[in-house]
C-alpha cells in the first residue's frame, strides 16, 4: 500500500476494506467486495460479519502490511481458499492448500444426487475415488454415518491433506493411496462416486483466472478431457455390486459423450443430471 494513499495515517478496518475492494475490482476479480471481506477477516481471526460493526476499529502497520501483500496476491488471481488454507463444502471447514483441487459448488450436487442413492440408516459401502482434499467422502460420512466411507487418492501430498481434514473433522473415513478402482476387490461396493479431472489438455480455461493456480492433474484428462471419466467407468463395472451405482461430475459440453461411454461399456439406467447453474454435469448409471 503507498503512503500516498492515505491509509497510513488512519488504518482503519472501513478504510481499509474500501481500498481492498478497490485493488481487487480494478484487477478484475468478480467477487472483490465479498474476497477483500474474506482475506481481512481472515487476516485478524474474525468472523466476516465482524467487520461491519468495527470499520472504525485502528488497525496496526504490520496488519495493514499483510493485508497489502494479501490484496496483491489476490489481485493476481490467486485464489482465496489457498490464501486462507481454508474453503467450506456441504457445511464442513476444509483445508486447503495448493495440492487440492478447491472444492466447488458443483460438486456438492453431486454429493446431493448420490445421498438421493443411499438409503439413511443402512449399512452400505460407499468409494469416492480422486478425493482430492476429501470433500465428497468427508460430506458423505457425515449425511451417511451408518455406511463405511473408502476414499482413493494416487497423490501423496494430496491424500495428506485429506487426512487432516478428516482428523480435524472427526468423520470415519477410510483413506488409502491407490490409482483410480484398480485396488478394489470385484463387486465390493454399493456406490462409486468421482469427481475426477475432465477439462480437455489444452483448454485455454486452464491459463485464465484462478484455474491457473490449482494442480493441473485434477484438472485435465486427455485431448477431450474424457481418459478419467472413461477409466472410473471401467473400475466401476468390475467394482460395484450388482444394482449398484456410479455417479461422476463431468464438463457442461461432455454430457452426451459421457452418457454414450458408460451405455456403452454395459452400464444401465443411465441418466445426465443438471448443477445449481442448469448445467449438465452429473452422470449416473447402474451395473446390472
Ligand atoms: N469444474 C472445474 C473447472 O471447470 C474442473 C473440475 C474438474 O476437472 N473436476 O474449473
Not at 481500498?19 to 467477487?31: F, H, N, P, V
Not at 438409503?119 to 470433500?135: E, N, Q, S, Y
Not at 454414450?260 to 449416473?284: C, F, K
Request: aromatic share 4%; with cysteine; glycine share 8%.
Amino acid at each position: 500500500m503507498k503512503a500516498e494513499s492515505g491509509l497510513l495515517d488512519a488504518p482503519r478496518v472501513g478504510t481499509l476494506l474500501t481500498w481492498g475492494r478497490q485493488q481487487l475490482r480494478r484487477a478484475e476479480i468478480d467477487s472483490a467486495a465479498l474476497d477483500a471481506e474474506l482475506l481481512l477477516a481472515f487476516l485478524l481471526a474474525r468472523e466476516r460479519s465482524w467487520l461491519f460493526g468495527h470499520d472504525r476499529d485502528v488497525l496496526t502497520t504490520a496488519q495493514v502490511d499483510q493485508f497489502s501483500k494479501l490484496i496483491q496476491r489476490r489481485a493476481d488471481h490467486e485464489p482465496v481458499a489457498y490464501l486462507t488454507g481454508q474453503r467450506e463444502f456441504w457445511s464442513l471447514p476444509l483445508r486447503t492448500t495448493p495440492a487440492v483441487l478447491i472444492p466447488r459448488p458443483e460438486t456438492e450436487r453431486l454429493v446431493e444426487l448420490a445421498l438421493e442413492k443411499i438409503p439413511a440408516g443402512r449399512p452400505a459401502t460407499l468409494v469416492d475415488l480422486g478425493t482430492g482434499c476429501g470433500a465428497i467422502a468427508l460430506a458423505l460420512a457425515k449425511a451417511r454415518p451408518a455406511a463405511t466411507l473408502i476414499a482413493i487418492e494416487r497423490h501423496p501430498e494430496t491424500l495428506a491433506v485429506a487426512r487432516q481434514n478428516q482428523q480435524q473433522l472427526a468423520l470415519s473415513v477410510n483413506f488409502a493411496r491407490g490409482d483410480w478402482g484398480s485396488a478394489l476387490a470385484s463387486n465390493c461396493c454399493d456406490l462409486i462416486i468421482s469427481n475426477p479431472p475432465y477439462i480437455a489438455e489444452g483448454d485455454p480455461h486452464l491459463t485464465r483466472g484462478d484455474v491457473k493456480y490449482e494442480p493441473r492433474q485434477a484438472l485435465t484428462s486427455g485431448p477431450h478431457g474424457l481418459d478419467d471419466l472413461g477409466r472410473i467407468t471401467s473400475d466401476a463395472l468390475r467394482c460395484l455390486k450388482p444394482g449398484g451405482w456410479l455417479l461422476m461430475e463431468h464438463g457442461a459440453e461432455q454430457g452426451e459423450a459421457v452418457l454414450a461411454m458408460v451405455t456403452e461399456a454395459g452400464l444401465t439406467e443411465a441418466s445426465d443430471q443438471r448443477d445449481y447453474a442448469g448445467l449438465p454435469r452429473v452422470i449416473m448409471a447402474r451395473k446390472p
